[in-house]
């Protein structure tokens, strides 16, 4: 597979380069030159297979040229470990449940594949591969569960002190071996601050082996096609042909993994896009002017980003052709007033716990239903995180139905390390260098 650059359609690099760069130098995305479909014979049959299967399939029509069948074979299996089970709610709305992972959210796909992938291309000897992620919560976990014990790896993680919930930071910060975390007395911005400016840095570099984790590496972005086909099989199994997926959206790689699985031949009915109020891109959708604005905080926090940074990747696939986007993503936005009767709504209708990210996948699935009546298509909701990662937006009542999942409370038993900085970049950097 060899990748060219959003912002150079002429740039061809390796899929290994791309995965150890993140992002080219002129600032754009990593973007396949050739989208290569599943054989239809696959898709036809795509029920026999199970999630394993499914996801060797995909990496090895991508990355056969890359890596040879028994070791992507063995990654493969290795990452993609755990459950993505559509559950029933009604005759036709299903959620997809992705936070069976080790730190309960969808980015465990991204993750756990990612660090498996460089993992791989470290050649023995080689000098340690330094990864600088800053969090918000839900990231930090992914990539601290995903590299633990990855040999050669280490992680660094920062994230604002006092601001994360308490599963989140015990992913953070009781794990030891080949990760650190260090509290930071400032905000999310200010850990990503700390973390571009160390990326910027010459002695830095000099020194380490530096690379970020980040949701727009291409290695994060392929292991999120495969649950998208995988909830495809399931339905196929309950005799459903037609398939709307709604998937809560802040940075865009969810669905945007979504759309790659559509053009690589899945066949998806429509796809919903679901905002909070950071609705940059349902605007965009409907005007045609793609205006970023600064985030604003809501209940459903890993979604408030007011600058998407998948959405190039998007129109990109789409030759940068809204209408054909417009047919196929619908795009709604909710606050967290309907977030919240939303919650209420899923468990009083169906007794279901959903998260507030989920919960916005709900909301637009359920407005998108009562604009398109005649749709018989399944509808399927994506549900990003298990709801004890937020326990601080729900009411009592349903917070105590909230059941913590055992790969939780055995992190309790665990004691906590972490460093505490101040946002001083030269703070940080003397902590790096003293290593
Ligand atoms: C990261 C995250 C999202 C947003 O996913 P994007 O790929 O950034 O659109 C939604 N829900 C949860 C729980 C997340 O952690």
């Not at 990864?131 to 604002?160: E, H, K, M, Q």
């Not at 796809?271 to 109020?277: E, H, L, P, S, V």
């Not at 967290?336 to 709504?345: P, Q, V």
Request: hydrophobic share 40%; aromatic share 12%; glycine share 6%.
């Amino acid at each position: 597979m060899k990748l060219y650059s959003t912002n150079n359609k002429d740039l061809r690099v390796s899929f290994q380069e791309a995965v150890f760069n993140s992002m080219p130098q002129d600032k754009g995305l990593y973007m396949p030159v050739e989208i290569l479909q599943l054989e239809q014979e696959f898709i036809d049959n795509i029920e026999k297979y199970s999630l394993p299967e499914i996801a060797y399939k995909i990496a090895s029509t991508l990355l056969k040229d890359e890596i040879p069948a028994a070791d992507l074979k063995a990654l493969v299996e290795e990452a993609a470990n755990f459950d993505a089970p559509v559950v029933k709610l009604d005759e036709e709305t299903f959620v997809l449940e992705l936070f069976h992972g080790p730190s309960l959210a969808f980015k465990d796909f991204g993750a756990r594949f990612m660090s498996r992938i460089m993992a791989y291309f470290l050649k023995d000897g080689e000098q340690l591969l330094d990864v600088l992620v800053a969090t918000s919560g839900d990231t930090g976990g992914a990539v601290a569960l995903g590299f633990l014990g990855v040999p050669n790896t280490r992680v660094t993680i920062l994230f604002p002190k006092g601001k994360v919930s308490e599963v989140q930071r015990l992913q953070l910060t009781t794990n030891g071996k080949n990760i650190r975390a260090i509290a930071v007395d400032g905000t999310f911005d200010d850990c990503q601050a700390l973390v571009k400016q160390a990326f910027a840095d010459v002695e830095l570099n000099a020194k380490f082996r530096l690379t970020s984790a980040n949701s727009i590496n291409i290695a994060r972005l392929i292991p999120q096609t495969f649950y998208y086909f995988n909830a495809y099989a399931q339905l196929k199994r309950q005799g459903f042909k037609d398939v709307v997926f709604s998937v809560p959206s802040g940075n865009f790689g969810n669905i945007g993994a979504g759309l790659l699985a559509y053009k690589m031949g899945l066949p998806v009915h429509q796809f919903i896009a679901a905002t909070n109020a950071n609705d940059t891109v349902p605007r965009f959708l409907e005007s045609g002017i793609y205006e970023t604005k600064p985030s604003v905080q809501t209940y459903a926090n890993a979604m408030d980003v007011g600058a998407p940074s998948n959405w190039v990747r998007i129109m990109n696939l789409f030759n940068d052709d809204r209408n054909a986007i417009q047919e196929l993503v619908k795009a709604y936005s909710f606050t967290d007033e309907e977030t919240l009767s939303g919650i209420n709504e899923v468990f009083e209708q169906f007794n279901y716990v959903a998260c507030p990210h989920t919960a916005i996948a709900y909301l637009a699935t359920k407005t998108y239903t009562e604009e398109n009546p005649g749709d018989k298509s399944a509808k399927v909701f994506l549900s990003t995180a298990h709801a004890c990662k937020f326990p601080e937006v729900f009411p009592v009542d349903i917070l105590k139905k909230i059941q913590l999942p055992t790969q939780v409370e055995s992190l309790k038993n665990n004691p906590e390390l972490y460093d505490e900085l101040g946002k001083d970049f030269e703070e940080f950097k003397g902590y790096l260098l003293e290593e």
